[in-house]
Nanobody, 114 residues
Framework: QVQLVESGGGSVLAGGSLRLSCTAE????????MAWYRQAPGKQRELVAV???????RYADSVKGRFTISRDNAKNTVYLQMNSVKPEDTAKYYC????????WGQGTQVTVST
């Protein structure tokens, strides 16, 4: 069974940067479109970024130009580089396939303050 393990979150000032990592433990390789999602308190989980196995990314309008998704198939790991973060980026961040195939991990909390 695949276990998703997210890391790299923390507290950061607005305008700063963070790099999130997600490893799919137990997976032989990342064959699907991998994605990052986030969920803020009281809000539904939303899709932030998606990358297919060929490396073509897509982003939510709210993070376009600031976040970059990447993947290392050899390490079964997907990354999210977050630059120029804003308070509205505060949320718990999760990874999964774009069709939410795997069981959700614990996520990693990102808190942006002014």
């Amino acid at each position: 069974q695949v276990q998703l393990v997210e890391s790299g979150g923390g507290s950061v000032l607005a305008g700063g940067s963070l790099r999130l990592s997600c490893t799919a433990e137990g997976a032989f390789f990342l064959i699907n479109q991998m994605a990052w999602y986030r969920q803020a308190p009281g809000k539904q989980r939303e899709l932030v970024a998606v990358m297919n196995s060929r490396g073509s990314p897509r982003y939510a309008d709210s993070v376009k130009g600031r976040f970059t998704i990447s993947r290392d198939n050899a390490k079964n790991t997907v990354y999210l580089q977050m630059n120029s973060v804003k308070p509205e980026d505060t949320a718990k961040y999760y990874c999964n396939t774009s069709d939410e195939q795997y069981k959700w991990g614990q996520g990693t909390q990102v808190t942006v303050s002014t």
